[in-house]
């Protein structure tokens, strides 16, 4: 069983479209995460919820928007997509408290935006 | 905001050479860790320090974290092809729950 899963893997759309990413995991965990990695590998946290509970919202557009329905689930909804969006998303998990609160990451989702 | 930075961002070695990165956070860290991404792949995490001076080993693997925890490398000793990949720091500094990753060493070993 995959522990962090995300869905689709690769998102190819036009400019202005809208889309949506989900992300589930079946670790048990309370904290979820959605990162940004760009074409040079940096990789920057977008948001994170815990217990359904948005936490951290770093300087993202808003367009970009998280859904939490429940702690094994964060969705990323992005409206008017913009060429500069184009990147790989990853969906992590960690527990607080945990052994090293670890991320565990998904294995991503690449969107291309044309 | 918090920063951390990488050196190299790239290199490429011979197998069976040496290899260090190094990390560096404009602020301190209440603890690093380290992670490894293979090419097309996630991030992995490969380990935890959190103490100031604090040494780890995980075979060919050696993991540091500076008397300031401010700083910390990885070395790997006799790279194996098996070693490619980009490896990354991540901090997380005292009040912030989300860690701040590196800029990541992306790491070539030539057979």
């Known amino acids: 069983d995959t522990a962090v899963s995300q869905t689709p893997k690769y998102l190819v759309t036009q400019m202005g479209n809208d889309k949506s990413i989900k992300c589930e995991q079946n670790?048990?965990?309370?904290?979820m995460y959605w990162y940004k990695q760009d074409s040079k590998k940096f990789l920057k946290i977008m948001f994170s919820y815990n217990n359904k509970e948005l936490i951290i919202n770093e300087t993202v557009p808003n367009r970009f928007s998280p859904k939490s329905p429940d702690k094994a689930h964060l969705n990323l909804h992005i409206n008017s997509l913009e060429l500069g969006d184009s990147a790989v998303y990853f969906c992590a998990s960690s527990q607080t408290g945990g052994v090293n609160e670890k991320l565990f990451f998904g294995s991503g989702t690449q969107l291309s935006v044309l | 905001g918090q920063q951390v930075m990488q050196i190299p961002q790239y290199q490429h070695v011979q197998e069976g050479e040496d290899f260090t990165t190094y990390c560096n956070s404009s602020?301190?860290?209440?603890?690093i860790q380290w992670y490894k991404q293979r090419p097309g792949g996630h991030p992995v995490f490969l380990i935890q320090l959190v103490k100031s001076g604090e040494v780890k080993k995980q075979k060919r693997l050696t993991f540091q974290f500076g008397e300031a925890k401010k700083n910390s490398s990885l070395h790997i000793t006799a790279t194996q092809t098996t070693d490619v990949g980009t490896y990354f720091c991540a901090g997380r500094d005292t009040g912030r729950r989300a860690l701040t990753f590196g800029s990541g060493t992306r790491l070539q070993v030539q057979p």
């Open positions: 602020t301190t860290l209440s603890n």
């Open positions: 670790l048990g965990h309370d904290t």
